[in-house]
């Protein structure tokens, strides 16, 4: 009986090694040694000027509204094919979402369709770096400086993916990186916030640090700390930044692996684009991607609960996401779209992710590839 998961989190073997150390340094409150390397890590690869770890990308995400100091009635453009925190984290200080629709191509914000969307009251654009693969972020700066707003990178799923040779997450004027178990590079539960803009990097600290500058504290700056801002508790503790250093190490292996399972899925399927029953996903030429996800766009005419139900009866984890924001419950009542978010309403309900996880082996891979083409046979309407 075959069974492949559709996701297997990928240990290095150095993660409890590093948590040993950790508990046997006696630091296990956050922005230890295991901390400070990953910040240096992060900053170094991706040219963030701070790179600051969090417990989630929603935390990120969270802080990063707070950096922009969003207000109530302030409206921040993203697409509506998203994860839920993308505007959530927005919703939150009282912003309101604009759901703007998404290319065809990459399922990214739809770079031409953001000015349309502008009022008054647009405070910021948050693109979504879709399956680690870059939105067209030469035109949003473009739009974000000529208009003033801030440009905040949901990289969530970007970690060592680049856009003309800088990294996802380090363009905007912030980013938000995820560690959950399902990316590539993972602590269980983790995130990282990237500022791009120096100013801003001492807010960043404080916000992090429940609203104190403890951080210069620490750094001996100043001689004691005190209340200086709006803040909460957005840092991990060290046991997580121990494990996340033993990911960070190997990242670089890690996006190699997945690329190449990536790739053979992309040959194999080529010839189910040919007969007309899928689209794969496309990666633009100034996109170097983290094969974060294989995704594939089903035809119309092939029904995708059954392609779905027919892969799990052989064994099979293949799922679908997201439930567009601007048509569920909370998207409706705290947001808006703009105009009719045709390729959201339609790719959506379209789309299935293949198995992908590091040590993916080829024979698996093929067996991934026949039980699809069984299954679609079965879903054709
Ligand atoms: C995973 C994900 C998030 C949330 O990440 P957490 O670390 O679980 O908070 C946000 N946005 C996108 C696009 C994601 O894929």
Redesign the pocket.
Known sequence: MIHIPFNKPYMTGRELGYIAEAHANLHLAGDGVFTKRCHSWLERSTGASKALL????????EMSAMLADIRPGDEVIMPSY?????ANAFVLRGGVPVFVDIRPDTLNLDEQQIEAAITPRTRAIVP???AGVGCEMDVIMDIARHRGLTVIE????GVTARYRGRALGAIGHFG?????E??NVISG???SLLVNVPEYASKAEIIREKGTDRSRFFRGEVDKYTWQDVGSSFLPGELIAAFLWAQLERADEITLNRLESWQRYHSLLAEFEIEGWLRRPGVPSECEHNA?MYYILLAPHIERQRVLSELKNRGIGAVFHYVPLHSSPAGRSFGRAAGALRNTQELAYRLIRLPLWVGLDATQQGEVVEALRDAIRLAQR
């Open positions: 969090s417990h989630s990308c929603t935390a990120a995400l998203t994860f839920v925190s993308t979504v770096h879709y949901d990289a969530a799923q938000a990186y995820s560690f959950h399902t990316k539960e983790g995130g974060h």
